[in-house]
């Protein structure tokens, strides 16, 4: 069983998780890089049971490509996006991999939303590949 632990840019938010992640993968879609102000998301999943957070997050309700909403937590003192949650995956929480106090062990296995790409970023690796979200 994994220890995640990580928290914002300021410390105000911290959030500890005992637990292996369900998935850990990059999201090229449009949202995801304007939320994070990168060419792309690197998130790793874990059951919401699982996760304690410590402090206050702001929430976003952004819409995915399905019209269900998205959940985008950030800090409302150093605007670090956190954590997402999406409709159309109930009781999971996607930790961004930027807040990981130590990423070591990360080993995102997908890429969805590789159609809408950066024409520059190109990652190596063995990896799933999705043009859009796999059903």
């Known amino acids: 069983m994994a220890s ?6 300021c410390g105000k938010v911290h959030y ?5 992640p ?7 879609c449009h949202n995801c890089q304007k939320a994070t102000g990168s ?3 690197a998130v790793v999943a874990v059951p919401q049971p699982a996760l304690t957070v ?9 819409k995915g490509d399905s019209g269900s909403p998205m959940y985008r937590r950030f800090c409302p003192e150093c605007g670090s996006a956190v954590l997402a949650e999406a409709a159309v995956m109930p009781g999971v929480v996607m930790i961004q991999a930027g807040t990981l ?3 070591a062990w990360l080993k995102p296995g997908m890429q969805i939303y590789c159609d809408s790409a950066q024409p ?3 990652l190596d690796g063995e990896w799933q ?3 859009k979200m796999p059903r």
Do not use: M, N
Not at 16 to 20: E, G, L, N
Not at 54 to 62: H, T
């Open 39 to 41: 060419a792309f998301s």
């Open 54 to 62: 410590q402090g206050e997050l702001k929430i976003y309700e952004d």
């Open 4 to 9: 995640i632990t990580g928290g914002c840019l």
């Open 101 to 103: 106090d130590d990423t």
């Open 129 to 131: 590949r999705f043009p």
């Open 22 to 28: 369900i998935f850990a993968g990059i999201c090229h």
């Open 120 to 122: 520059w970023v190109s």
């Open 16 to 20: 500890s998780a005992d637990v292996d």
